[in-house]
């Protein structure tokens, strides 16, 4: 991967707010793939890359996505949030040929999802906890992710659930998946639920 080719993709379609948010989920990643022994350098390209479809219109993602997906669901394909992880999974792997561990990590960097790898872990993660982040909550789940992933994802996906009920909206399944997948696998978390 070339990341001089990247910067410039990034630096010409993404906002200056974006971008920043993307270094800092970038250095966050290649943070957290040290601690669990993970391949920093590409957990730093995946974090450069995981929102690099964000800023399209909702247009442009599904014609994105048209090109390597025919069955996404309905909620998935009619929400920008939700939409531009797909987009950018795809994206990236056109523009800049990269593995299945990035290419799943993109994907899955927004909902999350049942059985996630632990690359796929560092990349929501670090997009839920880069320094820029600022929400009631966020510290807790910033030091429990470098001690216990799952625990900090539990977390998170938790969070992200009661947040989007709150507002109203649909929780994506995922998301649901993701966290009941953790509480039933993870010893060290279901002992910690029963708390
Ligand atoms: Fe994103
Ligand atoms: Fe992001």
Do not use: W
Request: glycine share 4%.
């Amino acid at each position: 991967m070339n990341f001089d080719k990247i910067l410039d993709y990034l630096k010409e379609n993404l906002s200056e707010e974006r971008f920043k948010h993307t270094i800092g989920v970038a250095e966050t990643a290649k943070e957290l793939a040290k601690v669990y022994n993970c391949d920093c350098e590409k957990a730093y390209f995946a974090g450069l890359l995981h929102d690099i479809a964000k800023e399209k219109s909702l247009e442009e993602m599904q014609d994105i996505v048209s090109r390597h997906f025919s069955d996404l669901d309905e909620m998935t394909l009619t929400s920008k949030a939700l939409l531009h992880s797909v987009a950018g999974a795809c994206l990236s792997k056109e523009l800049f040929d990269i593995d299945n561990d990035i290419f799943d990590a993109i994907l899955y960097h927004t909902t999350g999802k049942a059985d996630m790898s632990l690359f796929t872990k560092i990349i929501y993660m670090a997009d839920y906890i880069e320094p820029m982040r600022d929400f009631l909550g966020v510290e807790e789940v910033r030091k429990l992710a470098f001690k216990d992933i799952d625990l900090a994802i539990i977390k998170s996906c938790g969070n992200v659930i009661i947040h989007t009920v709150n507002k109203g909206q649909a929780v994506h399944p995922n998301t649901v998946d993701a966290r009941n997948y953790l509480l039933m696998n993870n010893r060290g978390a279901a002992e910690n639920g029963k708390k």
